[in-house]
C-alpha cells in the first residue's frame, strides 16, 4: 500500500513561481511512474505531467517550457515547480502512483492505483 501527500499549495500572484511537493511512503517508489494532475473547479482531472521510473519526463501541452517534474528516490519525493504562473493554473494538484510503471496511457487517470488527497493552488491576477 502506497500513501501519498502533497504540499506546498497556496496562493500565488500570476508570473509567480510554485512548487508542489508528494511525500510518498509504502510500496516500491522507485519502480512507479510518479504524476501530477490538476482539477479545476467543474472539470475532469487532467494530467499534467510525469517522471517515469527510469527518469524520463513528459508534460501537458499547458505547461510545457514552464514546469518541472523531478524526483528523490532516497527520499521517495516528487516534486512539480511550475514558473511563469496563470489564472488559469489555478486548481487543485493531486499526486498520483502508477506502480505498474505503464509504457503508455499515462494520461489517463485510471491507469493510477495511488492517489494523494490534494493541494490547492490559486493564481491571481
Known amino acids: 500500500q502506497v500513501q501519498l501527500v502533497e504540499s506546498g499549495g497556496g496562493l500565488v500572484q500570476a508570473g509567480g513561481s510554485l512548487t508542489v511537493s508528494c511525500a510518498a511512503s509504502g510500496g516500491t517508489f522507485s519502480r512507479s511512474n510518479m504524476a501530477w494532475f490538476r482539477q ?4 475532469e482531472r487532467a494530467f ?5 521510473w527510469s527518469g524520463s519526463t513528459t508534460y501537458a501541452n499547458s505547461v510545457k517550457g514552464r514546469s518541472t ?9 516528487v516534486s512539480l515547480q511550475i514558473n511563469s504562473l496563470k489564472p488559469e493554473d489555478t ?3 493531486y499526486c498520483a502512483a502508477d506502480s505498474s510503471a505503464r509504457f503508455s ?6 491507469n493510477y492505483d495511488y492517489w494523494g488527497q490534494g493541494t490547492q493552488v490559486t493564481v491571481s491576477s
Open 40 to 43: 479545476r473547479a467543474g472539470e
Open 69 to 77: 517534474i523531478s524526483r528523490d528516490n532516497g527520499k521517495k519525493m
Open 48 to 52: 499534467v505531467a510525469i517522471v517515469r
Open 105 to 110: 496511457g499515462w494520461e489517463s487517470t485510471a
Open 91 to 93: 486548481a487543485v494538484y
